[in-house]
């Protein structure tokens, strides 16, 4: 199956700081990533969509300055958390699809990178 | 309401046993159903993908969805402690996000 890779896996970071999260797709080319959150024992929730190429897609209540989404490419989408909080932390997850909407079968996750900031 | 509900668990069965996990939806137009393992501190993993409703089986695991009492289950048969994870269900509109429920965290013991 397709490969998604997150770097890094885990961060600790001051608050204040900017923290800056790869998302690879590492054997297809995905024209559409997403970006997730998770807090424990709740449910992944969708931050933003990012097109290569194009402005990312941020839904309500995200805040678009805060998280800083790039896709450079068809294998690299970069999610950046600027001035980061203790509010923050939490798990971070992307995913890749090869169409600019998936059904549930084209839709592949990354590993999800831990964020901790203190 | 949420449009995905789900009960949280944690959920014990000991090996062996048949493992039922449930979710309901509350948006009568999602037509994709779709079940997620994720093991602690990793990203959910694609297990089972079913369209409208039906039954859908691959070795060890069964997905049910009724679109009329919209619930959507999965049956996990001869649990192993391997499969000691969080369920994530999900559902959407093809053209539409992903709406997950909060997952169901499940312990199987040797």
């Known amino acids: 199956g397709a490969v998604v890779s997150q770097h890094p896996s885990r961060v600790i970071c001051k608050s204040g700081t900017s923290v800056k999260i790869e998302c690879r797709s590492l054997?297809?080319?995905?024209?559409?990533m997403f970006w997730y959150r998770q807090f424990p024992k709740k449910s992944l929730m969708l931050m933003a969509t990012s097109n290569e190429g194009s402005k990312a897609t941020y839904e309500q209540g995200v805040e678009k300055d805060k998280f800083l989404i790039n896709h450079a490419s068809l294998t690299l989408s970069t999610l950046t958390v600027t001035s980061a909080h203790p509010e923050d932390s939490s798990f971070y997850i992307c995913s890749a699809a090869t169409g600019t909407r998936a059904p549930g079968g084209e839709q592949f996750f990354g590993p999800g990178t831990r964020l901790t900031v203190l | 309401q949420k449009e995905v509900e789900q009960d949280p668990g944690p959920l014990s069965v000991p090996e062996g046993a048949i493992v039922s996990l449930n979710c309901t939806y509350s948006?009568?137009?999602?037509?994709?159903f779709m079940w997620y393992r994720q093991y602690s501190r990793k990203g959910p993993e694609l297990l089972m993908y079913t369209y409208s409703s039906g039954n859908k089986e691959d070795g060890r695991f069964t997905a049910q969805v009724d679109k009329s009492s919209k619930y959507i289950s999965l049956f996990i048969r001869d649990s192993q402690p391997s499969d000691s994870a969080t369920y994530l269900c999900a559902a959407h509109n093809y053209g539409q996000n992903f709406v997950f429920g909060p997952g169901t965290r499940l312990s199987v013991l040797p």
């Open positions: 054997d297809f080319q995905a024209t559409t």
């Open positions: 948006n009568s137009a999602f037509q994709y």
